[in-house]
């Protein structure tokens, strides 16, 4: 049986059992009796081992079988974990991570570690033998189950006529094994099965050579009757039923008197798509996810388009179908989003692990407690948002909670809790992440901004700018680089992060008790509201949820400031920057009126006037991300197409700003 | 009367999927449950026509599940759902008298002609 087609669906799923198991294990390691924990770790290691044998990856359904085997009996007698087991377990799951991230990248299975074998071998040893005798039967999950009545011999001898029953098994079927053992429980039922080629230890175990059966049936039924329970077992071809000759072979010279017709056409395949992608964990392909948000994106936007028709025309006929598709694609591009979302526990999955390795290797006791893991958000958002959030933990562990004894001192409980909390609130999603730690001294935060040249020297910042700081890039509070927060990476790293994803984070900050970091972000990522302008030739797309303002400015407006051209908004004068000098390209003579799309900071005031011909409209768009390439391009965070079929790129603000700052102290030089 | 079925499934995902695929066809999804033991209990409230059961789900496998609602009626019908790779679990509730099996990631012809040869074949007498 061809396998190669269940590998991405084999990732996804084994990783999420490991996922699965990595939890129960870190929880079993402070309350190692749960007999919960216990089930459940044994099943995720059990369908690991199931899953990577059928997929014929030996050793990592070898090892998933050693690990079961050391869990097995604290599964069966209840008895806690000792500290050494839970700690074998984590170094073989991350063995089987390992592996699975070989399999992944196609590369052959890695040998296992032979420390950890050994490692392993000892204490089932230790256990006795009957521990590593338990799984002779490697698939059988709980005790055998007691003999069903259908083994060809152990029945008493039937009367009735014998028939061949020969059947094919059709190639769509993935448990070709399972659906003969279906059709031999079928016949059982009618009298007794003499004969089975291949045997049904064979069909046990799923082999089925040439997905061909032969059975031999003694029944009093008729042989219609037999055709009648034969016909009703689904995914079989060209399956027959004949009298036999007493004594004879089942593979019965004589022709069948009345050979049914091979079943209906097998059910359509459906076309080729391309291989899902690993991790995901979305049970259907995240390709084709992908192409209906597209689609969807794609629809709104030509709804805005022929919205725009048809208010040029005088139909209203045709204003009201135009209006009952945009409720249509509307009520789609819910649903459709619907299913793109996972539960955030994928997002904080791997936390407690985390956590715990960092806590040993820093000499910290830490609790982490996690709540709202049930919300959903968009998967896009579940992947960009994994590297954000272990950054901050790490940066927790690493700069907020104290040791037992800083915290003793301090009259603090020894434990140290981090507490990670997810709510909804309507299209967006808020993030909380609190630890009891130290909190951020701003004294201690604008000393080390001014020695590392952040600041100049003396400046005076309120306690909240100070604490601040910690955001701004080549801000580190301790001089030498903890293992995990890496030299030089920062939380700018984070900021810039969630900014890309039109969230935002801020901080709050106790000295002495702790810090508490809120993320804010919207729910989804996929479809975007973008503000479509005209410059020059370009037609080019910007954020809707960053621009604040859209104006017509005159050339009495403008006028020359100390670093460069301003404009007046109201009372505040703004830095004027057509857009296509931000893009490198040659600006034509200054037009007579032009628009002004004022831009900032996420959630910030503006803080730049960009130039631009015309604002030509909005549109809800599908976004692409943009590429290595595009980003080289130009400030450009993606691209999308409009209903028309022109494509568009879709403007980094963050990126546009950088770019204006850049530029901005070279203009009193040029003027 | 419609065909009402029990959905039995731990990942709310794949009983959506069932139960799409089911109502769009006429069936009446009767119940859901997440788990062995809710799946017995619910099996005696609502006497399903019909039962998908999951194999590997928290508290009480799908095979003792069928074992225990087989010992309840001898006549339920119960179709095993299973994810690929567990074709040894699969024919142990076949043999423990489940009547038929699909696969995951589920393909609505698939779950629908195996739904409708079962419930032919029990109305059949055996």
């Known amino acids: 049986m061809d396998m190669s087609k269940y590998k991405p669906l084999f990732l996804s799923e084994a990783g999420e059992h490991l996922d699965g198991l990595e939890t129960e294990l870190v929880a079993l390691e402070r309350a190692p009796g749960e007999q919960e924990r216990i089930h459940e770790a044994f099943r995720h290691l059990h369908s690991v081992k199931s899953m990577a044998a059928s997929m014929d990856y030996e050793h990592l359904a070898h090892l998933a079988h050693r690990l079961e085997d050391l869990v097995s009996p604290h599964r069966d007698t209840g008895a806690p974990f000792a500290a050494e087991e839970i700690d074998l377990l984590l170094a073989g799951l991350d063995a089987l991570r390992a592996s699975l991230r070989c399999v992944a990248a196609d590369q052959p299975e890695p040998e296992l570690p032979a420390g950890l074998m050994a490692d392993l071998d000892t204490r089932l040893r230790a256990a006795g033998p009957a521990r590593v005798r338990a799984r002779s039967s490697p698939a059988s999950p709980g005790p055998a189950a007691p003999a069903a009545p259908v083994e060809p011999s152990a029945q008493a001898p039937v009367a009735g006529a014998l028939y061949t029953v020969e059947a094919q098994v059709i190639a769509e079927c993935s448990l070709p094994g399972a659906r003969a053992l279906v059709l031999f429980q079928r016949l059982a039922a009618l009298g007794e099965v003499v004969g089975c080629e291949p045997s049904l230890e064979e069909l046990r175990l799923g082999n089925l050579p040439e997905r061909r059966v032969r059975l031999r049936v003694r029944s009093q039924r008729g042989a219609d009757e037999l055709r009648r329970a034969v016909e009703g077992v689904p995914e079989l071809a060209a399956q027959r039923v004949a009298p036999a000759a007493e004594g004879g072979s089942p593979r019965s010279p004589q022709p069948a008197p009345a050979a049914s017709a091979p079943a209906g056409p097998s059910p359509p395949e459906p076309g080729p798509l391309p291989a899902p992608t690993p991790g995901s964990s979305v049970r259907v392909r995240a390709e084709l996810l992908d192409f209906f948000v597209d689609a969807v994106a794609e629809l709104l936007g030509l709804r805005s388009h022929l919205e725009a028709l048809a208010e040029q025309r005088d139909d209203p006929a045709l204003q009201e179908g135009v209006r009952q598709l945009g409720t249509l694609a509307r009520r789609l591009q819910d649903r459709v989003m619907q299913v793109r979302m996972v539960p955030a526990a994928t997002l904080t999955g791997r936390l407690p692990r985390l956590v715990r390795d960092l806590a040993r290797a820093r000499g910290l006791e830490v609790e982490l407690q996690v709540s709202g893991e049930e919300v959903e958000l968009d998967r896009g958002l579940v992947e960009a948002l994994d590297t954000p959030l272990l950054h901050l933990v790490r940066n927790a562990l690493d700069h907020g909670l104290e040791t037992p004894a800083e915290r003793r001192a301090w009259g603090k409980e020894p434990v140290g809790r981090l507490r990670l909390h997810l709510e909804r609130r309507q299209d967006r999603v808020q993030l909380s992440l609190e630890d009891d730690g130290r909190g951020i001294d701003p004294a201690l935060v604008l000393a080390r901004a001014e020695a590392v040249g952040l600041l100049p020297p003396g400046a005076v910042l309120g306690e909240r700018a100070a604490q601040e700081l910690v955001f701004l890039p080549g801000f580190s509070i301790r001089t030498e680089a903890s293992e995990s927060a890496g030299r030089g990476v920062g939380l700018d790293v984070v900021r810039t992060a969630l900014q890309r994803l039109g969230g935002r984070i801020e901080l709050e900050s106790t000295p002495g008790r702790g810090t508490r970091f809120v993320l804010d972000l919207p729910l989804t990522l996929a479809i975007l509201h973008v503000l479509l302008v005209q410059a020059g030739e370009h037609l080019l797309a910007l954020p809707s949820a960053r621009v604040l303002r859209a104006l017509t400015v005159r050339p009495s407006q403008l006028s020359q400031g100390p670093g460069g051209p301003e404009v007046l908004v109201g009372s505040r004068r703004l830095p004027f920057t057509p857009l296509l000098a931000l893009l490198g390209e040659r600006l034509g003579p200054p037009p007579a009126a032009q628009e002004a799309i004022l831009v900032g900071p996420p959630e910030g005031e503006a803080s730049l006037a960009l130039g631009v011909d015309r604002v030509t409209g909005h549109r809800e768009a599908a976004l692409r991300a943009a590429g290595a390439l595009l980003g080289r391009l130009g400030p450009y965070g993606g691209s999308t197409v409009l209903g028309d079929g022109r494509p568009v790129l879709i403007l980094d603000v963050d990126a546009l700003i950088a770019r204006a700052a850049r530029a901005a102290p070279e203009r009193p030089g040029e003027a | ?126």
Request: with cysteine; glycine share 6%; hydrophobic share 45%.
């Open chain 2, 1 to 126: 009367m419609a065909t009402r079925v029990l959905i039995v499934d731990d990942a709310p995902f794949m009983r959506q999927n069932l139960k799409e695929i089911f109502v769009a066809q006429g069936f009446e999804v009767a119940g859901e449950a997440s788990n062995g033991v809710e799946a017995v209990e619910k099996y005696k409230d609502l006497k399903p026509d019909l039962i998908t059961m999951d194999i590997v789900m928290p508290y009480k496998n799908g095979i003792q599940a069928t074992r225990d609602i087989l010992a309840l009626d001898s006549g339920a019908l119960i179709i095993i759902c299973s994810a690929l790779g567990h074709e040894s679990l699969v024919t142990e509730a076949i043999e423990a008298g489940a009547t038929d099996f699909i696969v995951k990631p589920f393909r609505p012809e698939n779950v629908l002609q195996v739904v409708k040869k079962s419930l032919l074949a029990r109305r059949q007498p055996g």
